[in-house]
């Protein structure tokens, strides 16, 4: 249920319905826009459907929300949401923000030269993974703590921020202490344990959508971070399973413009993941910026074919400089800078 106060409601009048609203169960989380202040209302649905809100004095609307999400809903705030990572990088708002980096963190050296390569084309936010979500148990999973470790010197070496996976809620506050962003991977999309943890965190968190999940579903995996305090939350877009076998994924355009419609939070693209071959990571980037979203998460690797981790689809530096330069040209014709 959102509750759209009136203009000149009074501090007091907010206390008031807050107050008799908890009393019935109601879990309330209030949005303060310029104009209006926004209460959505969390509780068992048929409490809801019985409490009168609209009589408390300072309310001006009461709109049910059907879609079982409500904090991310745009109904609950109409403007987007925007994310700031460390000093002064801002997701959600005019200016797109492109990360970047290797799929897994594989050695110091390696990660200095891709992260030089991608600050000098424009990327602010350095990738790369040190806890590997791989199919087979027999794969490399990543170099743990000392591969965050390298993620962050290389970060401040260079100036970037930095975005790694948590995979287990007993690693968080570990991966909190080497990474800005918190990345939670798509095959742990609807780990709720995970969810209802890194709700709790400080510190901005991207969401990538399960490999089969619904739109529905995924806003409602959104919806537990928000729902456990952590406003923070940024979207991706990363390709889901179809029938089709001749890319690794299909990428969901559509996800991207009705994404921008049904929420306020950011939204980025993975053409990497979204396609799986480097030659088409280009044309997923252009597609996605077309469509609405608020940014690109590309793997870039200087030898993709001795790299540990999905070689077959992260750009060689030169091509990551080229995407960038045809990227800019579509910012540009929908209005946005990069
Ligand atoms: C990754 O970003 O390297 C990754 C494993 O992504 P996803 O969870 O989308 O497969
Ligand atoms: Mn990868």
């Excluded at 991966?175 to 990345?183: E, K």
């Excluded at 923070?232 to 029938?243: K, N, Q, S």
């Excluded at 998460?297 to 070689?311: F, L, R």
Aim: proline share 4%; hydrophobic share 40%; with cysteine.
């Amino acid at each position: 249920m959102i509750v759209i106060l009136k203009s000149d409601v009074t501090e007091e009048q907010i206390q008031h319905i807050l107050k008799k609203t908890e009393n019935l169960g109601l879990k309330a989380n209030i949005s303060r826009g310029v104009e209006k202040t926004v209460i959505g209302f969390i509780g068992p649905e048929d409490v809801l459907r019985v409490t009168p809100l609209e009589i408390y004095p300072g309310v001006e609307q009461v709109i049910p929300v059907l879609a079982q999400y409500k904090l991310v809903s745009r109904e609950f705030k109409k403007d987007n949401s925007i994310v700031t990572v460390g000093e002064g990088i801002q997701i959600g708002g005019n200016q797109l923000v492109v990360m970047a980096g290797p799929c897994s963190i594989e050695d110091l050296e390696k990660t200095r030269s891709i992260a030089g390569a991608i600050k000098k084309a424009g990327a602010t936010i350095l990738r790369g993974g040190a806890f590997k979500p791989r199919t087979s148990p027999y794969e490399f999973q990543g170099l743990g703590e000392e591969g965050l470790k390298i993620l962050s010197d290389v970060g401040k070496e260079f100036g970037l921020a930095t975005i790694t996976e948590v995979m287990d809620p007993r690693d968080i506050d570990l991966v909190c202490r080497y990474a800005d962003i918190l990345q939670l991977g798509a095959r742990n999309m609807q780990n709720h344990s995970l969810l209802k943890e890194i709700g709790k965190v400080k510190k901005p968190v991207m969401l990538k959508r399960g490999i089969s999940a619904t739109i529905n579903e995924w806003l409602m995996s959104a919806e537990y971070i928000l729902a456990n305090g952590n406003y923070d939350v940024i979207l991706c877009e990363r390709g889901i399973r179809t029938f089709e076998t001749a890319t690794r994924n299909t990428l969901d355009i559509n996800a991207v413009a009705l994404v921008k419609k049904l929420s306020h939070l950011p939204i980025i693209v993975d053409p990497s993941h979204g396609t799986g071959r480097w030659e088409l990571v280009a044309s997923g980037a252009k597609a996605g910026v077309a469509a609405g979203c608020d940014g690109l998460m590309i793997e870039v690797h200087e030898n993709p074919e001795e790299a540990i981790s999905d070689g077959q689809q992260s750009l060689l530096p030169e091509k990551f400089q080229s995407m960038m330069d045809d990227v800019k040209k579509i910012a540009q014709a929908v209005s946005r800078t990069i």
